[in-house]
T-cell receptor, first 109, second 114 residues
Framework: DAKTTQPPSMDCAEGRAANLPCNHSTISGNEYVYWYRQIHSQGPQYIIHGLKNNETNEMASLIITEDRKSSTLILPHATLRDTAVYYCIVRRINNDMRFGAGTRLTVKP | KAGVTQTPRYLIKTRGQQVTLSCSPISGHRSVSWYQQTPGQGLQFLFEYFSETQRNKGNFPGRFSGRQFSNSRSEMNVSTLELGDSALYLC?????????????FGDGTRLSIL
């Protein structure tokens, strides 16, 4: 399975965009990039996923580079409630998800 | 639409006992996966069930087992509990477990072993 590399922590000012990077240089052609977040004592919350194209939903945008070796999760207007651990996962078809250590995002007032 | 429901939320057991955890997936979801989360090891995959059959398995000892019923509800059993089994156990469901289908997680069962 492809491994992911994320910075251990990041800060963001409330109201600004939060850009969370992820490197997945060994990703294969049939592997999806998934993003989840986890707030203390809750289960991981699905945010967004993509294969090749950029994706956007009501929560976030996902930008995947053309060579698919890295991606960026964008939270357009971060709020205090976005403070959480964010996980970037590369997932094969019909395979489990291997979570890394994630990025601890702290949104500050 | 109701989310993934896990019961109980908290459980305290002693070494050597066994425990059964329950997971009700989102209505219509047929794939159920189980994960263990600890501060030291993070989130680790236990196994996945689809149509009452175990389809994938992580690297855990045979003391960890599971099953899925015809209504897609799933149970996980841990026998001969050890102190190291103290963890948050998470269940996730998806439509069919395919790579393009997001898994949706419950809030877990926190198991403490004394």
């Amino acid at each position: 399975d492809a491994k992911t590399t994320q910075p251990p922590s990041m800060d963001c000012a409330e109201g600004r965009a939060a850009n969370l990077p992820c490197n997945h240089s060994t990703i294969s052609g049939n592997e999806y990039v998934y993003w989840y977040r986890q707030i203390h004592s809750q289960g991981p919350q699905y945010i967004i996923h993509g294969l090749k194209n950029n994706e956007t939903n009501e929560m976030a945008s996902l930008i995947i580079t053309e060579d698919r070796k890295s991606s960026t999760l964008i939270l357009p207007h971060a709020t205090l409630r976005d403070t959480a651990v964010y996980y970037c996962i590369v997932r094969r078809i019909n395979n489990d998800m291997r979570f890394g250590a994630g990025t601890r995002l702290t949104v500050k007032p | 639409k109701a989310g993934v429901t896990q019961t109980p939320r908290y459980l305290i057991k002693t070494r050597g006992q066994q425990v059964t955890l329950s997971c009700s997936p989102i209505s219509g979801h047929r794939s159920v996966s189980w994960y263990q989360q600890t501060p030291g090891q993070g989130l680790q995959f236990l196994f996945e069930y689809f149509s009452e059959t175990q389809r994938n398995k992580g690297n855990f000892p045979g003391r960890f087992s599971g099953r899925q019923f015809s209504n897609s509800r799933s149970e996980m059993n841990v026998s001969t509990l050890e102190l190291g089994d103290s963890a948050l156990y998470l269940c996730a469901s998806s439509l069919d477990g395919g790579g393009n289908q997001p898994q949706h997680f419950g809030d877990g069962t926190r198991l403490s072993i004394l």
